[in-house]
C-alpha cells in the first residue's frame, strides 16, 4: 500500500513552454502533497505544500507564479512549471501525506520523481 | 529552525563490510527522525524512523539506526554491506509540534560498494 505514482517519469520540452507533472496518491487519501526540487547529486529542496482545496504555501525563494500547483482532489497535485527556462531543468520529485492515522506514525510517501530538461 | 548535518558526501565500503551513516541534527524539541534511501533516478524510499519509544530502530535491509539525544545523532548502520546497497541516503527531520509536517533533508551520503 501506499504507493505514489508521477507523471510522466521524464519530459523534454522547448524553452518557454509550460510543463505539467501529475502526482496521484494511489490507493490511500492525501489532504496533503509536497513538491520537492532536486538538482545532480544534491539534496531535496522543498519547493512548496500542497493542500487539497486551498492555495499551495510555497518556500521562500520559489516563484508562485512560474510554478503553479493545483490540488484539487484528495489523491491528484499538479504542478506546472510555466515559460520553462533551461535553468528549470531538474528532477522533481513529490510527496503525500496520508490523511488518517496516529500522528506518530506520520509517513510521507514519495513519488518516482520526473526529469524535466528544458531546452 | 532545525537543520540535519550529514558527515561525508562519500562513503566507500567493502562488500561485508560495516556500513556507518553519520546524522547529526539540530532541532528545538524533540524531532522525529528518518533515514531514505534513494536508487538513481528514482524517488524516496523510507528506510526507518524513529518518533517515541525504543531509540534502537530496525529498519528494512539489514539497517538499524540509534537515536541518541544527548548527542543529537541519528546513525545508521548495517553489519554487512552487500552491493544492492550502492545508492544514495538522506537523513530527514520533522518537528513533530510545527504545522505542515515538513521534513528537512541532509545533504545526502552516496555509498559506494566495492566487491
Known amino acids: 500500500g501506499a504507493v505514489v505514482s508521477q507523471h510522466p517519469s521524464w519530459v523534454i520540452c522547448k524553452s518557454g513552454t509550460s510543463v505539467k507533472i501529475e502526482c496521484r496518491s494511489l490507493?490511500?487519501?492525501?489532504?496533503?502533497m509536497f513538491w520537492y526540487r532536486q538538482f545532480p547529486k544534491q539534496s531535496l529542496m522543498l519547493m512548496a505544500t500542497s493542500n487539497e482545496g486551498s492555495k499551495a504555501t510555497y518556500e521562500q525563494g520559489v516563484e508562485k507564479d512560474k510554478f503553479l500547483i493545483n490540488h484539487a482532489s484528495l489523491t491528484l497535485s499538479t504542478l506546472t512549471v510555466t515559460s520553462a527556462h533551461p535553468e528549470d531543468s531538474s528532477f522533481y520529485i513529490c510527496?503525500?501525506?496520508?490523511?488518517?492515522?496516529?500522528?506518530?506514525?506520520?509517513?510521507?510517501?514519495f513519488g518516482p520523481g520526473t526529469r524535466l530538461t528544458v531546452t | 529552525a532545525q537543520s540535519v548535518t550529514q558527515l561525508g558526501s562519500h562513503v566507500s565500503v567493502s562488500e561485508g563490510a560495516l556500513v556507518l551513516l553519520r546524522c547529526n541534527y539540530s532541532s528545538s524539541v524533540p524531532p522525529y527522525l528518518f533515514w531514505y534511501v534513494q536508487y538513481p533516478n528514482q524517488g524516496l524510499q523510507l528506510l526507518l524512523k524513529?518518533?517515541?519509544?525504543?531509540?534502537l530502530v530496525k529498519g528494512i535491509n539489514g539497517f538499524e539506526a540509534e537515536f541518541k539525544k544527548s548527542e543529537t545523532s541519528f546513525h545508521l548502520t548495517k553489519p554487512s554491506a552487500h552491493m544492492s546497497d550502492a545508492a544514495e541516503y538522506f537523513c530527514?527531520?520533522?518537528?513533530?509540534?510545527?504545522?505542515?509536517?515538513?521534513?528537512?533533508f541532509g545533504g545526502g551520503t552516496r555509498v559506494l560498494v566495492k566487491p
Open positions: 524513529y518518533t517515541t519509544g525504543a531509540t
Open positions: 490507493d490511500f487519501q492525501a489532504t496533503t
Open positions: 530527514a527531520v520533522r518537528n513533530p509540534k510545527a504545522a505542515g509536517n515538513k521534513l528537512t
Open positions: 510527496s503525500a501525506h496520508q490523511v488518517a492515522g496516529n500522528p506518530s506514525a506520520y509517513e510521507q510517501y
